[in-house]
Nanobody, 126 residues
């Protein structure tokens, strides 16, 4: 059974950096597009960034472009989210998600992803 486990969240001040990790098991990791979503209190879950199965293409929401980058290590079955220049509005629970596919297109809807992690809290204080 597929399992995604996020780690690396925490409490930081505005302007700081954090690196989230998502370790996958129970699936053929290199066949999945991986994505990060986030959900702030009282708001809907929103797309942050995604990376294609080979790790050659990424796509990010405008709100994080230039600050957040995603990468993956298919040998370690792990995807990463490097977050720089954090802002209080980045405060949310961050989820990683996996979508089974072989193409290089990007997918931004939560309904397009098959598997989800339990989430990790990121809190940015002003």
């Amino acid at each position: 059974q597929a399992q995604l486990v996020e780690s690396g969240g925490g409490l930081v001040q505005a302007g700081a950096s954090l690196r989230l990790s998502c370790a996958a098991s129970g699936l053929i990791f290199s066949s999945y597009t991986m994505a990060w979503f986030r959900q702030a209190p009282g708001k809907e879950r929103e797309f942050v960034t995604s990376i294609n199965p080979r790790g050659s293409n990424t796509y990010s929401a405008d709100s994080v472009k230039g600050r957040f980058t995603t990468s993956r290590d298919n040998a370690k079955n792990t995807v990463y989210l490097q977050m720089n220049s954090l802002k209080p509005e980045d405060t949310a629970v961050y989820y990683c998600a996996a979508r089974f596919n072989f193409d290089d297109r990007y997918y931004t809807l939560s309904s397009q992803y098959n598997h989800w992690g339990q989430g990790t809290q990121v809190t940015v204080s002003s």
